[in-house]
């Protein structure tokens, strides 16, 4: 028998109310991701791309249908149960952050491994071999109010890989970056990528976009599309310099 | 492509092969290269609107070679282009037009022409990050080249997103 899908929904839903009048932020979700899989999840602004991804992490609770993580359901579980799952093998990225303010950026990162049962020098050592991919070495000692909004959107990253998760959730991962940190970050999770974890990323950058193995669109809280990206469909005659046009 | 003829014209007299390379040397990888054909069919028109001249120069064991030259009028065609503003890149109304009209004749319906749209941009944007990876570091302009293409990519595919808000 093939192993489980790691993540599975069926037929999702999330429903906000707003003063009384119900918001339907996520309509009958169906995703399944295997294990290994790098899945970019796209769509308008209020199309419920983080209302999704926060059920899957079970930051948010859903309003009705199933949640299935590693064969296991989980929609029904507790919250200590969530928080023990996510210690385990979730780690977040919040497209707001949420780093801990009165604590290092350090103590920032390598919290979650500490909580995990790593020890002192195992969490030091992932935490300084994170902050330097992400160009951060520096800046380990600062509180997190000292850094740029790029900065602690990188910290944030490095939390959530410091416990080598199974399962990467991030939300918009490199909203806040410029061209040359939104490199850093790529080839990071590339990384991740090729060591097998499962990463499941929001994102409005199609070039961050355009390396997952798949593509899941969402519109009015619904899929509307699912697939690879493919190789280009070219006209004929056209040759890979053409990528770039240059007008006479 | 005319008016970069005339621009590398402008720094030295060149014969048509000499062109061709420091187009390529210039603009690397990111430039699709021009074909020598193409580089003499546009000398040739450059010739006869007297922008350019050339004068033949003998080569030992070979036939003449042409050398091009800038002329006055030339350089006068090369500092308009250089003093005006730039038209900005238009938005693809080819698709644009497809997006409005198939659906109301029934050809085509708008959700799969807008995915089938996005993966195309997606594939496109693959393509240009696998020529980043490619493309020397120290190669500052076809990079630049290259990560102009990618902002115009991302831009075409916000509208995108746009188009599928806002049409019914
Ligand atoms: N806590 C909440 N209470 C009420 N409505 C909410 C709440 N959170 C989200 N919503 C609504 O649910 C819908 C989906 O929101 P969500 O944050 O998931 O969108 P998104 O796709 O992540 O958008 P963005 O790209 O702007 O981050 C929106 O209409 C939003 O206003
Ligand atoms: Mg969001």
């Known amino acids: 028998m093939s192993p489980p899908p790691i993540v599975n929904t069926v037929n999702l839903v999330r429903i906000y109310q707003d003063g009384g009048v119900p918001v339907p932020a996520v309509r009958g979700v169906d995703l399944k991701v295997e294990a290994g899989e790098f899945v970019a999840i796209m769509g308008p602004s209020g199309s419920g791309k983080s209302t999704l991804v926060h059920m899957l992490g079970g930051l948010d609770a859903r309003t009705s249908g199933e949640i299935w993580l590693d064969g296991s359901r989980v929609d029904t579980l507790s919250e200590s149960a969530w928080a023990l799952l996510r210690r385990r093998k979730i780690g977040f990225v919040f497209q707001f952050f949420n780093l801990v303010a009165n604590m290092t950026v350090a103590d920032n990162v390598e919290l979650p491994a500490l909580l995990a049962g790593a020890s002192p020098r195992e969490a030091r050592e992932r935490r300084e071999y994170l902050l330097g991919e992400l160009g951060l070495a520096d800046r380990a000692d600062a509180a997190p109010a000292q850094l740029a909004g790029g900065e602690q959107q990188r910290v944030a990253l490095a939390r959530a890989l410091a416990n080598r998760p199974s399962l990467l959730l991030a939300d918009e991962p490199t909203g806040n970056l410029d061209s040359r940190n939104t490199r850093d970050v790529l080839r990071l999770l590339g990384e991740v990528h090729r060591d097998g974890q499962t990463i499941i990323l929001v994102t409005h950058d199609a070039r961050v976009a355009s390396l997952a193995d798949r593509v899941v669109s969402l519109l009015d809280g619904q899929i509307v599309d699912d697939g690879a990206v493919g190789p280009v469909r070219r006209r004929p005659r056209a040759s890979a310099g053409d990528v770039v046009e240059l007008r006479s | ?116 749209q996005r993966r195309h941009y997606l594939a496109l944007m693959r393509d240009l990050n696998e020529l980043a990876e490619r493309t020397d570091r120290g190669d500052r302009v076809a990079l630049l080249l290259i990560e102009g293409a990618m902002l115009h990519l991302q831009a075409d595919l916000d509208w995108l997103e746009r188009c599928q808000e806002d049409l019914p």
């Open chain 2, 1 to 116: 492509m005319r008016l970069s003829l005339l621009a590398l014209l402008a720094k030295e007299p060149a014969h048509g092969y000499e062109l061709k390379q420091a187009l390529e040397q210039i603009f690397g990888r990111a430039y699709p290269s021009p074909n020598i054909g193409q580089i003499y069919v546009t000398l040739g028109r450059l010739e006869k609107d007297g922008l350019v001249k050339a004068v033949d120069v003998e080569q030992s064991n070979r036939p003449n070679k042409k050398v091009y030259y800038l002329t006055a009028k030339g350089r006068e065609a090369l500092d308009a282009w250089a003093d005006e503003p730039t038209e900005g890149p238009r938005v693809r109304d080819e698709f644009f037009m497809k997006l409005v009209l198939a659906p109301m004749t029934g050809i085509a319906d708008r959700t799969a022409l807008i995915n089938r």
